[in-house]
Structure formats: C-alpha cells, structure tokens
C-alpha cells in the first residue's frame, strides 16, 4: 500500500478530505463532556508513535498534535530541528531514512515547503505538514469543521479571504477546488496569492474571485477570514503594516458581508491591525472553536495517514 502523506489539499481527492472531516465531527461528538487525557474510545492508535519537528515556533500545531495522538491511544517525541543533526548539516533525506525507522508517523513544522516534500519522498512512513512557507492544510481543515458546526453549507458557500495572500489563503484556494465554495481574495496587488496556486485553482474548475479592495472581496460573504499582516520570518513588518492597513476587518468591513457572516483568523491574532476587538471578540467570531479544532481534525489526518 502506498504511503499516506498529508501535505496539501489540492493532492487528496474530495472524498478522501470528507471522509476525514466527517470522521473529525465523529470523534468530537463522542468524546463531549470527557477528560482532555482520556484515550478514545479502542484507543485507534494505541502504540503508534508520532514525531514532531519544528523549525519555527508554535502553540496550537504543538499542543494539538501532542494532544491529539495521546488521546488515540499514541505517543510522541518532540524535536527542535536546531537540536537534531538536521540542524548541523545531515541531509533531509538520512534524517528521514533514520526517523522511520523509530517512530509510525511525522509531522514536520517546517520553513521551506520543499523540504518537507523532500523529507516525504525519502520517508517510510507517513509524513504530515504541520506548516510551511507555502501551505497550512491542518488549518484549512480545521476551519472547515468549524464552519460546518456552525451550520454553514460549505458547497454554494462564499467565502472572502482579506489581507496577505499568504500560505493559509492559498490552503483555503486549494480547498475551494474540493469542497465546492466560492473563495473571494482582496489582498493589495504585492501580496496577492501565488500565482502557481490560482492557476491550479482554475485548472481544478474552482470559483476563486481575485480583488484589489477589501470591499469587494466581503460583498455578500458567508465567512470571513483574515491572518496576521507580519508572519513569522518576514523582515518587512513596517511596509506590511502600512499596505496591508485598508484590508483590517472592522466592524464597518463586516457590514459588507452576509448578516451574521462567521468569522474566522488562524491566531496569534494582533488586534488592532488585521483585525479590530470588537470583531475578533464579537458573537459571530468563531476562532475559539477554530483553534480548539485543529486538535479534532488533526487526529482525523492522522488516522486516515495511518489507514485506522
């Protein structure tokens, strides 16, 4: 059987990607009202070890994936890549090689997408992202399952992506082509989405609207979403600040959309900039949800990774 990777949505097929979030609604459902460190019920991947790499910093991916494989019934080992012999020079592929043979699955938080495609080609396991400068497909799957709790309808659904066109916005572009939505991007023409992901998008029949205003972009949504305008790594956070300021969503943007239109932001947030208080903190804000269920959807992935 050929190995399980999850590294970007656009590479699984839609039934692949329902399977998992329905799965995800499942397991939620069933642990309501249990012990965080209580393990699921026949404990799917009890025995199963998980490796975790981070090349960058995180609180939600961590604690989720930690969280999530002890809860099936696993275990895992955290690794800092400025602490392996990766971090000295050893190749990704020896580094993959040698992983595989100690633990079931790896998820990599990673600074170059390329890297993590070249880790999966030489693993023997399952390879999962947790994050890459390209693409953030754990997260799209959360916010998918916090969409439909809510009650939306994903397929016929318009969502308005605003801000940096980043590598959320192109996980969301990905997702677009599988689960039927309209994905509306107001981004300032510098920070607009890749090329390269667009063009797929296309390719894969996908309503995906490009816009150079806010405005525009959030006229009529169902949801909508935004991220911070500085993201880790990046060394231009005054020019951002300065470019990306029309695209804030205030409460004034959020009259544009649907009455009632969710909104969604990945976190850490900084209110203020991306995002003003009273909406990040308003009743229809769902990024508690959101966040809590990276956890839910992520030990979906890795059930489906490890075929459980």
Known sequence: ????????????????????????????????????????????????????????????????????????????????????????????GDTARVLSRYVDMVMIRANNHGDVEDFADSASVPVINGLTDRSHPCQIMADLLTLEESGLQLRGARLAW??????????????????????????????????????????????????SSAEDAVEGADVVIADTFVSMGDTDADERLEELEPFAVTEELMELAQPGAKFLHCLPAHRGEEVDTEVIDGPNSLVFDEAENRLHAQKAIMRWCLNK
């Open 1 to 92: 059987m050929a190995i399980r990777h999850f590294l970007d949505l656009w590479q699984h097929e839609a039934g692949e990607l329902r399977e998992m979030l329905d799965e995800a609604h499942a397991m939620k459902q069933a642990r309501a009202g249990w012990p965080k460190g209580k393990v699921d019920a026949g404990a799917p991947l009890d025995g199963h070890i998980l490796a975790m790499i981070f090349e960058k910093s995180s609180t939600r991916t961590r604690t989720s994936f930690d969280v999530g494989i002890r809860q099936l019934g696993g275990t895992s080992i955290v690794l800092n890549a400025n602490d392996m012999q990766l971090g000295r020079g050893e190749s990704i």
């Open 162 to 211: 605003v801000g940096d066109g980043n590598n959320v916005c192109s996980s969301f572009i990905h997702a677009a082509a599988k689960f039927g939505f309209t994905l509306a991007i107001g981004t300032p023409d510098r920070y607009a989405p890749d090329d390269d992901d667009v063009e797929l998008a296309q390719e894969m029949q996908a309503r995906v609207e490009l816009y």
